[in-house]
C-alpha cells in the first residue's frame, strides 16, 4: 500500500486502518465497530492529497465513484444525487469527491451542493459507502458537513517534513542523472517548505535544462537555478554573464542574512539580488525555520530583526533610507502587533480584547505609540549585531555584487572565514 507516497507514515497509518475495514470488516463488526461514514483530506495545492487518496481506493478493492465538477449546477447536483444511489446499490463502494471546496460558488452563502452532499451521506450511513473528499481551503464548507458523523475523520496534509522532504528529494534525484557535486541534503535545505509537486517539478526542470544544453549529468547549479525560476519566479543567475549587483541591494540581503545567522546560525538558505517577477525591488533572502517558530515569542523577535536588518545595512553602510524595505516594514509591524493584540507579551492595557470598536480614541494611540516604541528597540538591536559583526556583512555583500546568489554552504564558508569554526552568537 501506497507506493506511490514517500514519508507521511503517521498519515498512511491512519488511512490503513479504512483499508482494513474495508478488507475484513467482519472483525470490525464482531466488536461492534461502526464502519466511518466519511474522510475529509485537506491541505495546500501540490501536498498529494489525491495522490494519497489513489492508492487508499486502490488498496480497498471496492468500486469507485468520482464525483468533479465539471459541468452546471443543477446537473452537477443531479450527478451528485445519482452517484450515491449508484454506490450504494454496489455496495460496499467509495465516492470521492476531489476538490470538494470548488463545487460551489465563492459567494454562494447557502451552497445547495454542499446541502444534497450532507443528504446523500445521511441517506448512505450504514450501508457501507465511504465519502471520500479532498480539499484545499476547509473553511470554505459549512460546518454541518464537515461535521463527526458525516466526515468522521478530518486530517491535514501539509508540506513535507524535513525528514520527509530529504527522502523524497534522494527518490527524484536517484531517477536523474546527476553529478557528482550534487549533494541532497544541500538540495533538501534549498527547498526548505517546498510541497511535493514543487521538489518533483524542480528537480525536473533543473534536468530539462541539462538535457537542453547538451549535456549528461546534473549539476547543483542546474538545481539551484531550476529552483530560482520555480519557486522565485527569477531568472537563473549561476554560470550567466550578468553585470555586478546593486552595492545596496547587496548589502540589503546581506544584512538579513547576518542578523539570522547570528541569531539562528545555519538558518540562511539561499540568498539573490535577482529580480523577482511581480516585485518593484529585487532580491530575497530564504531561511530555515524552526518547527517551533509560531510557538516562541522568541523566534518571532528573531524574525522582526532579520525583517529589519535589511533597512540597517543600508543606513549602516551608506547613510541612506532604503527604498526597498517597504514590505519588510510591513512584516515586521504585523508581528509587533500580535505581540500586543494576540500574545498580550506587552501588558493587559494594551491587549486586543479590550481594543475595540467602543476603546477610546486615547487606548487606540497608545497601543500605536507602544508598537513604534517596540519597533525602534528592535531596530536599535539589529544595528549594534550588524555594526558588531561588520565583517561578516562586508565579505557576504561582496560574494553577493559578484555572483548575485549564494546558498548554505558558501555563506557558512564565509563565516568561518571572518569568526572561524567557533560559535557566533549576538551580543
Known amino acids: 500500500m501506497f507506493e506511490n507516497i514517500i514519508g507521511y ?39 498529494g492529497k489525491t ?20 459541468k452546471g449546477n443543477d446537473d452537477f447536483i443531479e450527478e451528485i444525487v445519482e452517484t450515491f444511489k449508484e454506490a450504494r446499490k454496489n455496495a460496499p463502494a467509495i465516492v470521492f469527491m476531489d476538490d470538494m471546496d470548488k463545487f460551489a460558488d465563492e459567494d454562494d452563502r447557502c451552497p445547495e451542493e454542499y446541502a444534497v452532499i450532507q443528504s446523500c ?56 542523472g546527476c553529478g557528482d557535486d550534487i549533494d541532497y541534503k544541500e538540495v533538501t535545505r534549498l527547498l526548505n517548505g517546498s510541497s511535493c509537486a514543487e521538489l518533483e517539478s ?5 534536468s530539462i535544462m541539462t538535457a537542453y544544453e547538451n549535456r549528461e549529468k546534473m549539476t547543483n547549479d542546474d538545481i539551484i537555478n531550476a529552483t530560482l525560476k520555480v519557486i522565485y519566479h527569477t531568472p537563473a543567475a549561476l554560470n550567466s554573464e550578468c553585470e555586478q549587483s546593486d552595492p545596496t541591494l547587496a548589502y540589503h540581503e546581506a544584512g538579513h542574512a547576518v542578523v539570522s545567522e547570528i541569531l539562528e546560525p545555519g538558518s540562511v538558505n539561499i540568498i539573490s539580488t535577482s529580480d523577482r517577477s511581480g516585485r518593484d525591488v529585487g532580491g530575497f533572502t530564504s531561511y530555515q525555520q524552526a518547527d517551533r517558530y509560531f510557538n516562541s515569542i522568541d523566534y518571532m523577535e528573531n524574525r522582526v530583526m532579520c525583517l529589519l536588518a535589511g533597512k540597517a545595512a543600508n543606513d ?17 509591524y504585523s508581528i509587533v502587533s500580535r505581540f500586543i493584540d494576540d500574545y498580550c507579551a506587552y501588558g493587559f492595557h494594551n491587549w486586543e480584547g479590550i481594543v475595540n470598536e ?19 528597540k528592535y531596530y536599535q538591536k539589529t544595528r549594534k549585531i550588524l555594526i ?40
Open 51 to 70: 495522490t494519497m487518496i489513489r492508492d487508499m481506493v486502490d488498496a480497498c478493492d471496492v468500486p469507485v465513484y468520482v464525483l468533479r465538477k465539471d
Open 358 to 376: 467602543e476603546s477610546s480614541q486615547k487606548m487606540r494611540s497608545e497601543k500605536e505609540t507602544l508598537v513604534c516604541f517596540e519597533m525602534s
Open 202 to 206: 524542480i528537480i525536473n526542470e533543473a
Open 388 to 427: 558588531e559583526n561588520r565583517q561578516f556583512l562586508d565579505a557576504l555583500a561582496k560574494k553577493l555584487m559578484k555572483e548575485k546568489t549564494i546558498t548554505y554552504h558558501s555563506v557558512q564558508a564565509i563565516r568561518n572565514e571572518c569568526y572561524g569554526k567557533s560559535a557566533v552568537s549576538a551580543a
Open 121 to 176: 451521506i445521511d441517506d448512505v450511513r450504514g450501508c457501507q459507502v465511504l465519502a471520500l473528499a479532498t480539499v484545499n481551503e476547509p473553511d470554505r464548507l459549512p460546518r454541518s458537513l464537515v461535521r463527526a458523523g458525516r466526515f468522521d475523520k478530518t486530517i491535514k496534509l501539509g508540506n513535507p517534513s524535513r525528514e520527509d522532504a530529504e527522502k523524497i528529494v534522494r527518490y527524484y534525484l536517484s531517477t536523474k
Open 316 to 332: 549602516i553602510v551608506f547613510g541612506i533610507s532604503d527604498v526597498g524595505c517597504n514590505d519588510d516594514l510591513r512584516r515586521a
Open 9 to 47: 507514515e503517521d498519515i498512511k497509518e491512519e488511512l490503513s486502518v479504512i483499508i482494513d475495514m474495508f478488507r475484513d470488516p467482519d472483525k470490525y463488526q464482531k466488536i461492534g465497530a461502526k464502519p466511518i461514514n466519511g474522510v475529509l483530506l485537506y491541505g495546500a495545492p501540490g501536498t
